[in-house]
């Protein structure tokens, strides 16, 4: 399947020169096409960068290498005065932050690379990243933004204080974001997402659609986001893409809009998503686990919730689809499920309460009205 959708990446890619949706980084301060990156000078494949550098400067000296393998941080403090951007190798590059701080410079975000075309990022996908073991990147206005990468992992980091998301992943396939903690984040927290916005339709870069730039198969595990107080986005976020898991994960702190979020909507490709072992600590105000389908199914296979709320749904069941529930030891007073009207359902070893539809469920599609429930498969509940 992943085959295809490169091959139909390239039969829609747009010249090199096409004008790029604006971002906080600047057109020119991005390596332009393939072209640009192979006629370098830079023959070496390892720089190490002290807390005396400029380290932005660093980079841009380093952003036409087609030899870097290492990156490496001598353990300090670093205060960012621009963004660090990413060289493009079509190999692996490895940034070690060997516990060091990173205090960047606020609108701007720490470690980017996008492409300017979808042809381009065809060509950017072959660079993979191993970005790991920084003490903490606080501030900046993303911690990470990546456009067009394949088997990147982010690795024992902590954000803090980032104003739009701690990771944001554009059309990042079968990566994965491990042992990460998301400290205060004034919107998102982890974004995967394609290149075309689920809701304004508005492109990242041209040339690309809600199949053709997904973050399929990608993984989140064992990643914690503490949410400020006034926080107003997600905590996890994945948008338009299929086969991602979130095993292992935390969503606690202050309140904010939601905990996850899986939008699948106008996306005839994300047909899976599934949650093992969640841990959510806080109350959303728009509802937690949100699941906007097309389709698709939705699973989750363990989850502990510590607190319920009357005014917002545990979980919120946006549209019909199919809805895979296992292992919910535990559901709270004031928890409920808003659902749509007609989903598909499976329960499976939860708690008795959670099996009372009349009671905690409630149709958020026709008020008033019980949910139909021809399409409920429930088996094996558990006695407390």
């Given at each position: 399947m992943l085959i295809c959708i490169f091959a139909a990446n390239l039969l829609q890619g747009k010249d090199a020169n096409s004008t790029l949706r604006k971002t906080e980084v600047s057109k020119e301060s991005v390596v332009k096409n393939f072209a640009d990156i192979s006629a370098t000078k830079n023959t070496e494949s390892a720089i190490t960068i002290t807390p005396a550098d400029d380290v932005a400067a660093v980079f841009r000296s380093i952003a036409d290498s087609r030899t870097i393998k290492y990156i490496r941080f001598e353990p300090g403090v670093y205060t960012l005065r621009?963004?660090?951007?990413?060289?493009?190798?079509?190999?692996?590059?490895?940034?070690?932050?060997?516990?060091?701080?990173?205090?960047?410079?606020?609108?701007?975000?720490?470690?980017?690379?996008?492409?300017?075309?979808?042809?381009?990022?065809?060509?950017?996908?072959?660079?993979?990243?191993?970005?790991?073991?920084?003490?903490?990147?606080?501030?900046?206005?993303?911690?990470?933004?990546?456009?067009?990468?394949?088997?990147?992992?982010?690795s024992n980091v902590e954000f803090m204080d980032q104003e739009i998301a701690a990771i944001d992943l554009v059309f990042c396939l079968m990566c994965r974001v491990e042992q990460v903690l998301v400290t205060n984040p004034m919107h998102d927290g982890i974004v995967l997402r394609t290149a075309v916005d689920g809701e304004t339709k508005d492109q990242v870069w041209p040339g690309t659609s809600f199949n053709n730039s997904q973050c399929n198969h990608t993984v989140l595990e064992s990643c914690r986001v503490y949410n400020r107080k006034g926080c107003t986005g997600t905590s996890f976020s994945i948008l338009q893409s299929t086969g991602v898991r979130l095993i292992d994960c935390i969503s606690e702190g202050w309140e904010n809009e939601r905990a996850v979020f899986f939008d699948a909507a106008g996306c005839t490709t994300a047909k899976l998503f599934k949650i093992q072992n969640f841990h959510l600590e806080h109350a959303p105000r728009d509802g937690a686990m949100v699941f906007r389908s097309f389709g698709s199914t939705v699973e989750i296979d363990g989850l502990f919730l510590q607190i319920g709320s009357e005014t917002a749904p545990a979980i919120w069941l946006m549209n019909n689809g199919n809805y895979i529930f296992k292992n919910i030891p535990w559901w709270p007073e004031g928890a409920w499920v808003r659902s749509s009207h007609s989903p598909a359902v499976v329960i499976q070893h939860c708690t008795n309460r959670f099996y009372n539809i009349n009671k905690y469920w409630r149709n958020g599609e026709r008020e008033g009205e019980k949910i139909f429930r021809e399409y409920f498969r429930t088996s094996d509940d558990l006695v407390r």
């Open positions: 621009d963004t660090l951007v990413l060289p493009r190798t079509g190999s692996l590059v490895i940034i070690d932050g060997q516990g060091s701080r990173i205090v960047a410079a606020k609108g701007k975000p720490v470690f980017y690379s996008l492409p300017a075309t979808q042809s381009q990022a065809m060509v950017f996908n072959k660079t993979r990243y191993l970005i790991k073991d920084f003490g903490q990147i606080t501030g900046g206005s993303r911690g990470v933004f990546i456009g067009s990468s394949f088997n990147t992992v982010i």
